[in-house]
């Protein structure tokens, strides 16, 4: 089996949470390839050539980290972007999803957590802090039904559904439900056909979003 990528680029304005990061991430496996004060230069830089994870802020001057999220993911979708902010409201959150966003966490959770986070980013999951996730949970919970919007899933594939919604890692998912990782894929493939979309993103985006 491939090694996962563990090349990650940073793009964070504040120096010392940069500086930060890169000293976590210099005692694991992961490679810290370059890392940027802003959007801008991000983006020319990574515009060729982009490493397989990105760390992105929200807020940096001129261009937002949401913005430079969109551009990037249009130019090498194949990427991984997790979100390192101190915004927690909920139109971040989906504003950040929305945009391409694969994990959101926190500023305050990044010594206890940026590692793990980024190892469940590289298998499958969308790393969240707690704050983070009990709002998405929250959102999904108000939700109203519809059953009309329901894109004919069936209860298992509405399940699984509602679990990637939840942040859970595809192993999770077979944990949980009693079934094997390959039926889990089966069904997930099956769930982005109803939905019309290619990835985890896209699926919780549309899942989650207004009805």
């Not at 004060?37 to 515009?47: N, R, V």
């Not at 899933?153 to 859970?168: D, F, H, N």
Request: proline share 7%; hydrophobic share 40%.
């Amino acid at each position: 089996m491939n090694e996962p990528p563990n090349e990650i680029a940073i793009v964070e304005d504040d120096p010392n949470l940069s500086s930060l990061m890169r000293e976590i991430l210099g005692s694991s496996r992961w490679r810290v390839k370059s890392h940027y004060p802003d959007a801008e230069s991000a983006l020319a830089d990574l515009a060729k050539s982009c490493p397989p994870v990105v760390l992105m802020d929200i807020q940096l001057p001129g261009m937002s980290g949401i913005g430079c999220v969109a551009r990037l993911k249009a130019l090498h979708p194949a990427t991984h972007v997790m979100m390192v902010t101190v915004y927690d409201n909920s139109e971040r959150i989906f504003d950040a999803l929305a945009a391409g966003a694969s994990g959101y966490l926190l500023k305050r959770d990044v010594p206890a957590k940026l590692v793990e986070a980024l190892e469940d980013l590289v298998t499958g999951g969308s790393p969240m802090s707690g704050a983070i996730a009990r709002k998405v949970v929250q959102h999904f919970q108000k939700l109203p039904s519809a059953p009309d919007t329901d894109h004919n899933l069936t209860p298992r594939e509405a399940q699984i559904l509602g679990m990637l919604a939840k942040g859970s890692l595809y192993k999770e998912i077979a944990a949980e439900l009693g079934i094997g990782f390959e039926t889990v894929r089966t069904h997930i493939d099956k769930i982005y056909k109803k939905l019309h979309v290619r990835t985890r993103t896209e699926a919780v985006v549309k899942f989650l979003g207004p009805q």
